[in-house]
Nanobody
Framework: QVQLVESGGGLVQPGGSLRLSCAAS????????MGWYRQAPGKERELVAA???????NYTDSVKGRFTISRDNAKNTLYLQMNSLKPDDTAVYYC?????????????????WGQGTQVTVSS
C-alpha cells in the first residue's frame, strides 16, 4: 500500500509564496515521474508541473517563471515552490506519482494520487 500525503497549502495574499510538499510512503521500490496537478471550482484538473526521476522538469505556461518543482529521491518527497501567486492560482493541488511497489517477489507499477491541499490566493 502506498500513500501520498500533501502539506503546505493555505491562504496567501496575491504576490505571496507557498511551498507544497508531498511525501510518499509504503512498499516503494522506485518512483518514476511525479507531478503536481490542480483543480479550480468548475474547471477540469490540469497538470501544473512534472519532474522525472532524473530531474527533468516541465511546466504549464501560466506558472513558468513563478513555480519550481523539485524532488528529494532519498526522502521520496516532491515539492512545489510557488512564488508571485495570483488569484487564478486558487485551486486544490494534487500530488501524482508513478510508483513501482514490491509485491511478493515481483514489482507492480501504479499511478497514485494524494488527497489534495487547498491553495487560496486572495486579499
Amino acid at each position: 500500500q502506498v500513500q501520498l500525503v500533501e502539506s503546505g497549502g493555505g491562504l496567501v495574499q496575491p504576490g505571496g509564496s507557498l511551498r507544497l510538499s508531498c511525501a510518499a510512503s509504503g512498499s516503494i521500490f522506485s518512483i518514476n515521474a511525479m507531478g503536481w496537478y490542480r483543480q479550480a471550482p468548475g474547471k477540469e484538473r490540469e497538470l501544473v508541473a512534472a519532474i522525472t526521476s532524473g530531474g527533468s522538469t516541465n511546466y504549464t505556461d501560466s506558472v513558468k517563471g513563478r513555480f519550481t518543482i523539485s524532488r528529494d529521491n532519498a526522502k521520496n518527497t516532491l515539492y512545489l515552490q510557488m512564488n508571485s501567486l495570483k488569484p487564478d492560482d486558487t485551486a486544490v493541488y494534487y500530488c501524482n506519482a508513478d510508483i513501482l511497489t514490491t509485491r511478493g517477489l515481483g514489482l507492480i507499477r501504479n499511478d497514485y494520487w494524494g488527497q489534495g491541499t487547498q491553495v487560496t490566493v486572495s486579499s
